[in-house]
């Protein structure tokens, strides 16, 4: 698609042992499905995917858990602005004017992806994301942004100004989303999260990909990990839940 401002982007669906699953393609124009090069036959059965989505096969060796194929991702386009989504999306949406969830189609989502990456380079951060929540009362309409929050996997963009040394932590790959969201937050002191927009995704009824390998001693095992690294200021487990809060200290926590 053809932007005024000339900016260029590609958008990367990571996706591990859902041959016949994928719905991130109903979602996305042009992206690149990222599978192991073991499991192509499997994924060639279902082409042609939607909107001019096409497989990009690695070598195994690249693949077998997230981190490696979404560092594979960042090193083979290093200098590209990308976005790098979950293979099993519903829709992406947003509210406004009272309405709740609107769906956008293909092309919205574009123009959203464009003016995601012009904002992001504009406050000079190379990392921006979306909403993790459905709910309308995530949306804070006196609070468009927000700029100490992680930005979670199943939507991550970063600018073609991303430095070579903020990678995926390879010993982190069940918190891996968290880690280089503070990656980026230690060095930039802030990413960029749009509250209006938000993803609805698909992981807990499907097989494959991360669910594939996660248990909960090991999310419990990675969240204590995350904590070694940052610290117990900055990342605070929970009892009911998987997931760490993680406090930015520029937050005044």
Same mark, same amino acid.
């Given at each position: 698609?053809?932007?005024?401002?000339? @900016?260029?982007?590609?958008?990367?669906?990571?996706?591990?042992?859902?041959?016949?699953?994928?719905?991130s393609d109903k979602v996305f124009n042009n992206a690149y499905i990222v599978i192991p090069k073991s499991q192509e036959e499997?994924?060639?059965?279902?082409?042609?995917?939607?909107?001019?989505?096409? @497989? @990009?096969?690695?070598?195994?060796?690249?693949?077998?858990?997230? *981190?490696?194929?979404?560092?594979?991702?960042?090193n083979n386009y290093e200098g590209k602005n990308v976005v790098i989504v979950d293979d099993d999306y519903d829709y992406i949406?947003?509210?406004?004017?009272?309405?709740?969830?609107?769906?956008?189609?293909?092309?919205?989502?574009?123009?959203?992806?464009?003016?995601?990456?012009?904002?992001?380079?504009?406050?000079?951060?190379?990392?921006?994301?979306?909403?993790?929540?459905?709910?309308?009362?995530?949306? =804070?309409?006196?609070?468009?942004?927000? =700029?100490?929050?992680?930005?979670?996997?199943?939507?991550?963009?970063?600018?073609?100004?991303?430095?070579?040394?903020?990678?995926?932590?390879?010993?982190?790959?069940?918190?891996?989303?968290?880690?280089?969201?503070?990656?980026? =937050?230690?060095?930039?002191?802030?990413?960029l999260r749009f509250n209006k927009y938000h993803y609805s995704v698909n992981h807990i009824n499907k097989k494959g990909g *991360?669910?594939?390998?996660?248990?909960?001693?090991?999310?419990?095992?990675?969240?204590?990990?995350?904590?070694?690294?940052?610290?117990?200021? *900055?990342?605070?487990?929970?009892?009911?839940?998987?997931?760490?809060? *993680?406090?930015?200290? @520029?937050?005044?926590?």
């Open positions: 698609m053809d932007f005024i401002s000339g @900016l260029d982007f590609q958008v990367f669906i990571i996706s591990y042992k859902r041959a016949g699953a994928i719905t499997d994924y060639r059965k279902y082409e042609p995917y939607e909107n001019g989505c096409e @497989l @990009l096969v690695i070598p195994d060796e690249a693949d077998g858990n997230i *981190v490696k194929k979404r560092n594979w991702i960042l949406g947003y509210h406004e004017n009272f309405e709740t969830n609107i769906k956008m189609s293909p092309d919205e989502i574009d123009v959203m992806l464009e003016r995601g990456f012009i904002m992001a380079k504009d406050l000079g951060t190379p990392m921006w994301g979306i909403n993790v929540n459905t709910d309308p009362i995530a949306y =804070m309409q006196y609070t468009p942004f927000n =700029m100490l929050s992680p930005i979670l996997g199943p939507f991550q963009a970063f600018t073609d100004e991303l430095p070579a040394f903020i990678r995926y932590d390879e010993y982190l790959y069940l918190k891996e989303d968290y880690d280089i969201s503070l990656q980026v =937050m230690h060095k930039y002191h802030k990413v *991360v669910v594939s390998y996660r248990t909960q001693d090991k999310e419990n095992r990675h969240n204590e990990r995350l904590q070694k690294k940052w610290g117990r200021k *900055v990342v605070k487990l929970r009892n009911d839940s998987i997931n760490p809060v *993680v406090k930015c200290p @520029l937050s005044g926590v």
